[in-house]
């Protein structure tokens, strides 16, 4: 088995997101401050701390979706699932298929925009996300998962049968 990579539309979501989450962090609440800096008569700081905040900003709009993107992958194997994702600490999630309790396709605002969905696996003790992927691919993996699960839970009643 080979870990599969996202498409490109997963890229176009991250950066949007990463837009978002400039705007709304750094960015709006450095305008406040500025503004209360300069009528504080603090001008060179009221300069400075957008200036910081638009460089961090950049830096966060420009480097961090495409690592994401490169460092997210998946696998699905027969007896398992394994989710890698991370910007700086990779994490590494692997789920046994015959845990799985259940498999649920979620689309958001923004994923129906760029036309991606998330597949969210949970089992009794915890859950694991498949996240941008391309809506048939999406349907394509929870009906797959679902069928394995299916297939294990056969298994398993047909062993505890010959017992």
Avoid at 101 to 121: R, S, T
Avoid at 128 to 139: G, P, S, V, Y
Avoid at 140 to 161: F, M, P, S, T
Wanted: proline content about 4%; charged content about 20%; some cysteine.
């Amino acid at each position: 088995m080979e870990y599969q990579s996202l498409s490109d539309k997963a890229l176009r979501l991250m950066k949007l997101t990463a837009l978002i989450k400039v705007a709304l962090f750094p960015i709006v609440p450095s305008i406040v401050a500025c503004i209360i800096l300069y009528f504080n008569g603090l001008t060179l700081w009221a300069l400075l701390v957008p200036a910081i905040s638009l460089v961090a900003g950049g830096f966060y709009f420009f480097v961090v979706p495409p690592i994401r993107f490169r460092r997210y992958k998946y696998l699905i194997a027969e007896d398992r699932i394994e989710i890698s994702e991370g910007i700086f600490w990779v994490s590494k999630t692997l789920v046994p298929i015959d845990r799985i309790h259940q498999i649920d396709v979620i689309k958001g605002p923004l994923d129906n925009i760029y036309g991606v969905a998330k597949v969210n696996v949970t089992t009794a003790g915890s859950s694991a996300t498949f996240r941008f992927l391309e809506l048939k691919k999406a349907d394509v993996i929870a009906l797959h998962l679902n069928n394995a699960v299916n297939l294990a839970i056969k298994q398993n009643k047909g062993a505890q049968d010959n017992v």
